[in-house]
Every structure is written in C-alpha cells, then in structure tokens.
C-alpha cells in the first residue's frame, strides 16, 4: 500500500506559475511510476505528465510540453509538478497516482496503470 498526499494547489493569474508536491508514504520502496492528472468539470481525467523508476522514463502530455516539468526525489517519497505560463485551460483538480513494482515498455499516460491515489488539489488559472 501507499498513500499519497497532494499539496501546492491555488488561485494563480493567466501567465502565473504554481508548484504542486506529492508525498508518498508506505510501500514507498517498491514504487515504480508517479504520475500527474488532472480532471476538469465535465470532463474525464486527463494525462499530464508521469516519471519512472522502471522503463518508461518520463513522459508528458503534448498540452504541457514546455510549460511543465516533473521532477522527483531518489527516496521515491516526493514527486513534483512545476507549471509554468498557466492558461485558464488549466483549471482543473490535479491527482497524483503511482503504482508499484513493474516494469513498463510504453505509455505511462492511462489511468488504468496506476493502483494508488491522491485526493487532489484544487488549481484554478484566472483570466
């Protein structure tokens, strides 16, 4: 088991900058991806970017190339989510997933890899 705790949400202005942070505690040694999604209202959840400690490497979706950078610590405890030049477009409630022990040869982007959850946090882009 692992549990994982999102942090860092907000209200940020068109153009702004936020950093999310996801602490993970238990199992945390056998952890091989974390990842980031995001769920608007009305819509499904959605890919943003995920980091692998077993194949896969790290990955982002095309909507967040160049503004968003993922970054971990070796401890396997923390996971980040740097987002820079913040659209509207990016509100949304964003949830850190991991899963554990396997090895992946492909896409990290689809929910169904990922056992274990946060809550998420909220992050609304005013225009």
């Known amino acids: 088991q692992v549990q994982l705790v999102e942090s860092g949400g907000g209200l940020v202005q068109d153009g702004g900058s936020l950093r999310l942070s996801c602490a993970a505690s238990g199992r945390t040694f056998s952890v091989s991806v974390m990842g980031w999604f995001r769920q608007a209202p009305g819509k499904e959840r959605e890919f943003v970017a995920a980091?692998?400690?077993?194949?896969?490497?790290?990955q982002y979706a095309d909507s967040v190339k160049g503004r968003i950078a993922i970054s971990r610590d070796n401890a396997k405890t923390m996971v980040y989510l740097q987002m820079n030049s913040l659209k509207p477009e990016d509100t949304a409630v964003y949830y850190c997933?991991?899963?554990?022990?396997?090895?992946?040869?492909?896409?990290?982007?689809?929910?169904?890899?990922?056992?274990?959850w946060g809550q998420g946090t909220q992050v609304t882009v005013s225009s």
């Open positions: 980091t692998s400690w077993s194949g896969g490497g790290t």
């Open positions: 997933a991991a899963d554990l022990g396997k090895y992946y040869r492909g896409s990290l982007d689809f929910p169904g890899l990922y056992a274990y």
